[in-house]
């Protein structure tokens, strides 16, 4: 039964972390990560600058803060993207994962493929495989459509987080205890009824922290956009090292400082998603 | 070579009919990329899976000992590494500190890095991987009942002894289902050694649909292989944990 992609529960990184009694208190992790990582960045930079044969015209750090308006530039673009894929991946992942507990056994397995299929690919051949395929212009009629990199980027993002969504929603109708389905049909509620107003509101509570996780795991891999040419912030890391003479020893700082700005987005998302675990696992 | 020629007939007979252009089942330049493409996608998920299991185990190990030290640098390292893009992870290796890192020359003169975009590419992504194993064993190990542990103390058990002969083995067993799921994820991202030019399956793929023009069957193959890979992960994984249960433990 439990034949090739049937995943017995959701996905490590979807999984509401440390379900079981804490014998410590969880070292909370607090703004010093983040000063870890500025010093990370401050020793690649102080390292680079001493191990620099060849001295340069400006500091690294004077370099950095001349091109952070580019870098943020293409940063804000990742969001973008992560936000729309998100949206789009929620909305159809819903819609997936209600198929996954449907009750007609063709829909349920039609789902099942799908889900298994975009879960178990990997982003980036997701993500070719978009870019590639998509038309760069459409025409529906009268109406003209193109498809920018960026936005084919959205959909090639936007179908693994589908899945995931599907897989999260299965999981949070599935932790829903059968007395409640059992109840709600002896009160004469139909299916769809017991479904929307009484699984799915107990669940949603559920599904909310694998899902901000999801966001997590879908903003750090907004960057594989740069591979397909999506001019994003490692594509824009990679030109201002080029304007700055492509010195190597600028390589590790401007990345180091590409990663602390995705940890200082993406690192209170982390801990709002604990604080959510935490709190519904008192009151469930 | 000749059971295979029936194979390599019929695909070279579904590209003349349908213009369904799978070249790696006939084109012997092309098969020998994608069959090496793939075995370095297999080698570099096997040592990124071993490197990865023991860079958890290791950081479980940090976050539990009494050094409070050990324990923030351990707790860095995985919040770090779990919030950043794997791919900048990759880039931040390859490119930066393999520029700081000293170059040997090789014999036609030319700069040679001193750890190849393979290495990298593996301690990237055993790191990254990694730290997400730290998690699921700090979560395997919460689960032991701390009467577990005090038994353990009361037998004599030194701390490393309960460590390695107590807490190990029974958190190993909880967290197994968690650990298999991450470990996909893990085969899964070892697609972005694509972007340093290792030339595993996607690499290779990438060529040969930028010679042959097949990029709807290589993505299918892509996908089909993939599939597999993950596919024989999850049996073995599965196996792994039936032949380890132990009755009474866990469901």
């Given at each position: 039964m439990s034949d090739l992609p049937v995943f017995p529960k959701l996905p490590a990184a979807l999984r509401p972390r440390a379900r079981a009694g804490l014998s410590f208190a969880l070292p909370r992790l607090t703004i010093w990560h983040g000063f870890g990582l500025t010093a990370l960045l401050l020793i690649c930079a102080s390292v680079a600058q001493a191990a620099n044969p060849a001295?340069?015209?400006?500091?690294?750090?004077?370099?950095?803060?001349?091109?952070?308006?580019?870098?943020?530039?293409?940063?804000?673009?990742?969001?973008?993207?992560?936000?729309?894929?998100?949206?789009?991946?929620?909305?159809?992942?819903?819609?997936?994962?209600?198929?996954?507990?449907?009750?007609?056994?063709?829909?349920?397995?039609?789902?099942?493929?799908?889900?298994?299929?975009?879960?178990?690919?990997?982003?980036?051949?997701?993500?070719?495989?978009?870019?590639?395929?998509?038309?760069?212009?459409?025409?529906?009629?009268?109406?003209?459509?193109?498809?920018?990199?960026?936005?084919?980027?959205?959909?090639?993002?936007?179908?693994?987080?589908?899945?995931?969504?599907?897989?999260?929603?299965?999981?949070?109708?599935?932790?829903?205890?059968?007395?409640?389905?059992?109840?709600?049909?002896?009160?004469?509620?139909?299916?769809?009824?017991?479904?929307?107003?009484?699984?799915?509101?107990?669940?949603?509570?559920?599904?909310?922290?694998?899902?901000?996780?999801?966001?997590?795991?879908?903003?750090?891999?907004?960057?594989?956009?740069?591979?397909?040419?999506?001019?994003?912030?490692?594509?824009?890391?990679?030109?201002?090292?080029?304007?700055?003479?492509?010195?190597?020893?600028?390589?590790?700082?401007?990345?180091?400082?590409?990663?602390?700005?995705?940890?200082?987005?993406?690192?209170?998302?982390?801990?709002?998603?604990?604080?959510?675990?935490?709190?519904?696992?008192?009151?469930? | 070579m000749n059971a295979l020629a029936p194979i390599a007939d019929w695909f070279r007979h579904l590209n003349a009919t349908t213009g369904i252009n799978f070249t790696v089942f006939y084109d012997p330049f092309d098969a020998t990329r994608f069959v090496h493409g793939l075995w370095v996608t297999i080698e570099l998920s096997v040592v990124t899976i071993i490197a990865s299991v023991l860079v958890g185990v290791i950081g479980?190990?940090?976050?539990?000992?009494?050094?409070?030290?050990?324990?923030?640098?351990?707790?860095?390292?995985?919040?770090?590494?779990?919030?950043?893009?794997?791919?900048?992870?990759?880039y931040f290796f390859f490119f930066g500190l393999s520029a700081v890192l000293p170059h040997t020359h090789n014999g036609f003169g030319m700069a040679q890095p001193l750890i190849g975009g393979f290495a990298w590419a593996s301690i990237s992504l055993a790191l990254y991987a990694g730290s997400f194993n730290v998690e699921i064993f700090r979560s395997g190990i919460e689960a032991i009942p701390h009467s577990m542990l005090e038994a353990a103390e009361a037998l004599g058990y030194t701390r490393r002894q309960t460590y390695l002969n107590v807490i190990l083995p029974l958190g190993l067993r909880i967290c197994l289902p968690a650990l298999t799921n991450n470990l996909v994820n893990l085969i899964k991202t070892t697609t972005l050694a694509y972007a340093i030019a290792v030339p595993e399956l996607l690499y290779v793929s990438n060529q040969i649909?930028?010679?042959?023009?097949?990029?709807?069957?290589?993505?299918?193959?892509l996908f089909i292989i993939y599939i597999i890979l993950v596919g024989i992960l999850v049996a073995l994984m599965h196996w792994w944990e039936r032949s380890l249960r132990r009755p009474g433990l866990g469901t």
């Open positions: 001295p340069l015209q400006k500091s690294i750090f004077a370099t950095l803060v001349q091109w952070t308006p580019l870098l943020l530039r293409g940063f804000l673009l990742n969001i973008e993207i992560s936000f729309l894929s998100m949206a789009m991946g929620t909305i159809l992942g819903i819609a997936l994962g209600l198929g996954l507990v449907a009750q007609t056994k063709p829909l349920r397995q039609t789902s099942w493929a799908l889900t298994q299929f975009f879960r178990n690919a990997p982003w980036l051949a997701l993500l070719f495989f978009m870019i590639y395929l998509l038309p760069y212009h459409m025409r529906i009629g009268g109406l003209h459509i193109s498809l920018p990199d960026w936005l084919k980027a959205v959909v090639g993002l936007g179908l693994p987080v589908m899945a995931n969504v599907a897989e999260i929603v299965r999981g949070g109708v599935r932790s829903i205890h059968p007395g409640q389905w059992e109840a709600s049909e002896s009160l004469g509620f139909t299916r769809n009824q017991q479904l929307f107003s009484i699984i799915l509101p107990q669940a949603f509570k559920r599904m909310l922290p694998p899902w901000m996780n999801l966001y997590a795991i879908l903003t750090t891999n907004t960057t594989l956009a740069s591979i397909v040419g999506v001019n994003d912030v490692v594509t824009r890391a990679g030109q201002v090292l080029a304007a700055a003479g492509n010195n190597p020893g600028l390589l590790a700082p401007v990345y180091a400082y590409v990663l602390l700005l995705f940890f200082i987005y993406t690192y209170p998302v982390a801990i709002a998603t604990r604080r959510l675990e935490r709190r519904t696992k008192v009151r469930i | 479980a190990w940090g976050q539990g000992v009494k050094s409070a030290w050990v324990r923030g640098v351990t707790w860095s390292y995985v919040e770090l590494f779990r919030n950043t893009p794997p791919l900048v992870q990759i649909w930028s010679d042959a023009e097949n990029v709807p069957e290589m993505m299918i193959l």
